[in-house]
T-cell receptor, first 112, second 114 residues
Framework: DVKVTQSSRYLVKRTGEKVFLECVQD?????MFWYRQDPGLGLRLIYF???????EKGDIPEGYSVSREKKERFSLILESASTNQTSMYLC???????????FGQGTRLTVV | AQSVTQPDIHITVSEGASLELRCNYS??????LFWYVQSPGQGLQLLLK??????LVQGIKGFEAEFKRSQSSFNLRKPSVHWSDAAEYFC????????????FGTGTRLTIIP
């Protein structure tokens, strides 16, 4: 069974902290994605990666960076957390560009 | 750029009633289309997908969707809803031509009343 695992379900961080959200997939998928989900806005793509050490900006990359050192792991980094980054963060992976994505359970991040 | 529109933010139906959730896409060619469901506090689960072929697609949990090219629509249907269907539903599309990213609609929240 396919599995995308996000390291935390809930996180509370202080403004200005550096925050790491981790995501691991066990399906040997090439592609991995980070979305944020906000009420009324749906899912918005932050960053995605088509290969190890490769990254591309999505629709809302400002204030975020990513790291993909190994195929199975894709990390989202908030360089200096701000209150407007309070949100649900969803990681996903897909076998190739034009197939369905599989999602993790999400991390609800609160920045205070 | 492609976009996906879900015109209904919130829908309420009675248990046992039929359901139709609307989805429209904007893309010149036929995209790949998906419906996902999200239960409260959970990630997204794929309900069904359309790539090509038969325009009526069957999915899990008794859901189906019909692709209509003339209307640029991919509406999700279920003949009789159950209380456990209460969730948020997302339509998504992706180009079949290359490295286009998966684009989501804003979602429709479904409430079931007894």
């Amino acid at each position: 069974d396919v599995k995308v695992t996000q390291s935390s379900r809930y996180l509370v961080k202080r403004t200005g902290e550096k925050v790491f959200l981790e995501c691991v997939q066990d399906m040997d998928h090439e592609n991995m994605f980070w979305y944020r989900q906000d009420p009324g806005l749906g899912l918005r793509l932050i960053y995605f990666s088509y290969d190890v050490k490769m990254k591309e900006k999505g629709d809302i990359p400002e204030g975020y960076s990513v790291s993909r050192e190994k195929k199975e792991r894709f990390s989202l980094i908030l360089e200096s957390a701000s209150t407007n980054q309070t949100s649900m963060y969803l990681c996903a992976s897909s076998r190739d560009t034009n197939t369905e994505a599989f999602f993790g359970q999400g991390t609800r991040l609160t920045v205070v | 750029a492609q976009s996906v529109t879900q015109p209904d933010i919130h829908i309420t139906v009675s248990e046992g009633a039929s359901l139709e959730l609307r989805c429209n896409y904007s893309y010149g060619a036929t995209p790949y289309l998906f419906w996902y469901v999200q239960s409260p506090g959970q990630g997204l689960q794929l309900l069904l997908k359309y790539f090509s072929g038969d325009t009526l697609v069957q999915g899990i949990k008794g859901f189906e969707a019909e692709f209509k090219r003339s209307q640029s629509s991919f509406n999700l249907r279920k003949p009789s809803v159950h209380w456990s269907d209460a969730a948020e539903y997302f339509c998504a599309s992706i180009s079949n031509f290359g490295n286009e990213k998966l684009t989501f609609g804003t979602g429709t929240r479904l409430t079931i009343i007894p």
